[in-house]
Nanobody
């Protein structure tokens, strides 16, 4: 069974940085499309970035230039490096994985999700 276990997150002041991690277990890591999403209170889940099996990444305009998605194949782990954080980045962040060939963050029907981790940015 494929599972995603998230670590990282927490509280930071505006302008600070945080790194989120998402470890995939139960299957061949390099075959998956993986992505990061977030959900702020009272808002819909928002796609942020994706990383495909070929190492190609894609970002939503809302975080482009501030956040970086990457993965360590040896650790079966996906990362989201978040810099220049703003109060509006406050949300629960989720990683997701699926076997899509057309990897994208623009759809939310991934088969497997992490447990979520809180990120709080204070002004």
């Amino acid at each position: 069974e494929v599972q995603l276990v998230q670590t990282g997150g927490g509280s930071v002041s505006a302008g600070g940085s945080l790194t989120l991690s998402c470890r995939l277990t139960g299957s061949e890591y390099n075959s998956f499309c993986m992505a990061w999403f977030r959900q702020a209170p009272g808002k819909e889940r928002e796609g942020l970035a994706s990383f495909d099996e070929k190492g190609m990444s894609s970002y939503s305009d809302s975080i482009k230039g501030r956040f970086t998605i990457s993965k360590d194949r040896t650790k079966n782990t996906l990362y989201l490096q978040m810099n220049s954080l703003k109060p509006e980045d406050t949300a629960i962040y989720y990683c997701a994985a699926d076997l899509w060939v057309q990897c994208t963050w623009s759809r939310a029907d991934f088969a497997t999700w992490g447990q979520g981790t809180q990120v709080t940015v204070s002004s």
